[in-house]
């Protein structure tokens, strides 16, 4: 990582940005500009119209995941996914459904489950199953498995899922994703997919058995949660071809740009608040490069900056990652989002 410059000791305040006349969503090219939201906002004026004026996509963050769908065996409720759904198909807003499966999100239930592993795998595909057809024609898309290779050596991750179903779990997954809706388009997500090779190389042979196999995947989701520093460009275009090359279309799904990852700042400094522009300008236009086929959408994970995860989990209060500020007003990541769309 870079450290900062000497002039990032003098904090500056980064000024308001005037909004274009032209907004994220009329600029876009073919592919979706999206945004990941919980649904108590969506009772709040103040994020619904930005929401309705910039975005056309949204993704829940946190409630269509399984530990808030089916907290326990046999009991779904379904009230904050059907808030965010219908709120969306009120609005014309297209649904990415996030996520069916992921190790992070499943419900102690299942976790300790104490049947059998073909008992398991019949509670998942029975999840699975009811969460695609109660949204089939309404969620257009969904992300099937999230993060499901490790972080080290390109291994699978040694989830539940893994250990109860088997090394293909994610494969059947898939199949009963597409059992139950003939034309969502169903992606596989993952982070670190720009700079952890091993990963991506495990994900890419992943994809490579599962499309010689007829197994039903039709995107790959890269969840871009970067710095204003690193990945390179030049990381982020290799990664960004390599899946191009395998001809499933591509989500930059969960984008956001820390400015301040080495905690060496405590206000968002003008320099540095320019510096984030510019990588939002250069993540979005490499993306707007690829060839229209490819194309699905960029999804900004939250809406402003101290609504982000990243504040807590990287315990940093000092951090500015998204489009707006603690007071819904357009940043300078705002204009270099909607530059890289020119």
């Given at each position: 990582?870079l450290?900062?410059?000497?002039?990032d000791?003098d904090?500056?305040?980064?000024?308001?940005?005037?909004?274009?006349?032209?907004?994220?969503?009329?600029?876009s090219?073919?592919?979706?500009v999206?945004?990941?939201m919980?649904?108590?906002?969506?009772d709040?004026?103040?994020?619904?119209?930005?929401?309705?004026r910039?975005?056309?996509?949204?993704?829940?963050?946190w409630?269509?995941?399984?530990?808030?769908?089916?907290?326990?065996?046999g009991?779904?409720?379904?009230?904050k996914?059907?808030?965010?759904?219908?709120?969306?198909?009120?609005?014309?807003?297209?649904?990415?459904?996030?996520?069916?499966i992921?190790?992070?999100?499943?419900p102690?239930?299942?976790e300790?489950?104490?049947?059998?592993?073909?008992?398991?795998?019949?509670?998942?595909?029975?999840y699975?199953?009811a969460?695609?057809?109660?949204?089939k024609?309404?969620?257009?898309s969904?992300d099937?498995?999230?993060?499901g290779v490790?972080?080290?050596?390109?291994?699978?991750?040694?989830?539940?899922?893994?250990?109860?179903?088997?090394?293909?779990?994610?494969?059947?997954?898939?199949?009963?994703?597409?059992?139950?809706d003939?034309?969502?388009?169903l992606f596989?997500?993952?982070y670190n997919?720009?700079?952890?090779?091993?990963k991506?190389?495990?994900?890419?042979?992943l994809?490579?058995d599962?499309?010689?196999r007829?197994?039903?995947i039709d995107?790959?989701?890269?969840q871009?949660h970067?710095?204003?520093?690193?990945?390179?460009?030049?990381?982020i275009?290799a990664?960004?071809?390599?899946?191009?090359d395998?001809?499933?279309l591509?989500?930059?799904?969960?984008?956001?740009?820390r400015?301040?990852?080495?905690?060496?700042?405590?206000?968002?400094?003008?320099?540095?608040?320019?510096?984030?522009q510019?990588k939002?300008?250069?993540?979005?236009?490499i993306y707007?490069?690829?060839?229209?086929?490819?194309?699905f959408?960029?999804?900004?994970?939250?809406?402003?900056?101290?609504?982000?995860?990243?504040l807590p989990?990287?315990?940093?209060?000092?951090?500015?990652?998204l489009?707006?500020?603690?007071?819904?007003?357009?940043?300078?990541?705002?204009?270099?989002?909607?530059?890289?769309?020119?």
């Open positions: 990582m450290t900062s410059c000497s002039k000791e904090p500056i305040p980064a000024v308001d940005v005037p909004l274009p006349t032209k907004t994220l969503k009329e600029s090219n073919g592919f979706f999206g945004m990941a919980n649904s108590n906002r969506l709040m004026n103040s994020y619904t119209a930005i929401i309705e910039e975005f056309e996509s949204m993704t829940s963050e409630e269509m995941k399984m530990n808030i769908i089916l907290p326990s065996k009991n779904y409720n379904w009230s996914a059907d808030k965010i759904v219908n709120y969306c198909v009120s609005k014309g807003i297209n649904i990415h459904g996030h996520a069916l992921w190790h992070s999100s499943t102690d239930w299942l300790n489950y104490s049947g059998t592993d073909a008992q398991f795998e019949q509670e998942v595909k029975e699975i199953t969460v695609v057809t109660r949204y024609d309404k969620v257009s969904w099937v498995v999230n993060e490790a972080d080290q050596n390109g291994e699978l991750r040694n989830t539940v899922f893994r250990q109860r179903m088997g090394d293909d779990y994610m494969a059947k997954c898939f199949q009963w994703a597409r059992e139950a003939s034309d969502c388009k596989y997500n993952d997919m720009t700079s952890n090779i091993s991506q190389n495990k994900v890419f042979e994809v490579a599962w499309k010689k007829n197994i039903p995107g790959l989701g890269y871009m970067i710095s204003y520093n690193f990945p390179s460009k030049e990381q275009k990664a960004t071809d390599r899946a191009v395998t001809g499933l591509l989500h930059y799904s969960e984008l956001d740009i400015a301040n990852p080495n905690k060496d700042i405590i206000q968002l400094t003008a320099e540095r608040s320019t510096a984030q510019l939002y300008k250069e993540v979005v236009q707007n490069t690829i060839p229209t086929a490819n194309k959408g960029i999804t900004v994970w939250g809406l402003k900056d101290n609504d982000s995860w990243l989990h990287h315990n940093n209060t000092n951090e500015w990652p489009l707006y500020d603690a007071n819904f007003k357009a940043k300078k990541a705002y204009t270099g989002f909607l530059e890289g769309l020119q």
